[in-house]
Nanobody, 123 residues
């Protein structure tokens, strides 16, 4: 069983920054083999893709809503995925999930999911 665990969420004012992390269990997954992604879901809304990165660490692709503000990266030696979020806006408020073993910025292809970490941005 693959386990993904997110951390780093919290509350922030508009314009602030947060860095999310997602650590994968080592016994069950060859981390560097998998494309990884970040998704988010606000209350009452569908889950949407934020950023995706392949197993080798690039190139990365982003949703238009976060381009130029968010950066996805990974450290395969630490089995960890990151999302640096800058210039946060209230509309970035959502539960953020990491996902593994899929492709693109739609949720359906991804096989493994974390439990999520909440990001709240106040104006």
């Amino acid at each position: 069983q693959v386990q993904l665990m997110e951390s780093g969420g919290g509350s922030m004012q508009t314009g602030g920054s947060l860095k999310l992390s997602c650590t994968a269990s080592t016994e069950s997954i060859n981390f560097s083999a998998y494309t990884m992604a970040w998704f988010r879901q606000a209350p009452g809304q569908a889950r949407e893709g934020v950023a995706v990165i392949n197993g080798g660490g690039g190139p990365a692709f982003y949703a238009d809503s976060v381009k130029g503000r968010f950066a996805i990266s990974r450290d395969n030696a630490k089995n960890t995925l990151y999302l640096q979020m800058n210039s946060l806006k209230p509309e970035d408020t959502a539960m953020y999930y990491c996902a593994a073993a899929g492709y693109g910025l739609t949720p359906r292809p991804y096989q493994y999911w974390g439990q999520g970490t909440q990001v709240t941005v106040s104006s």
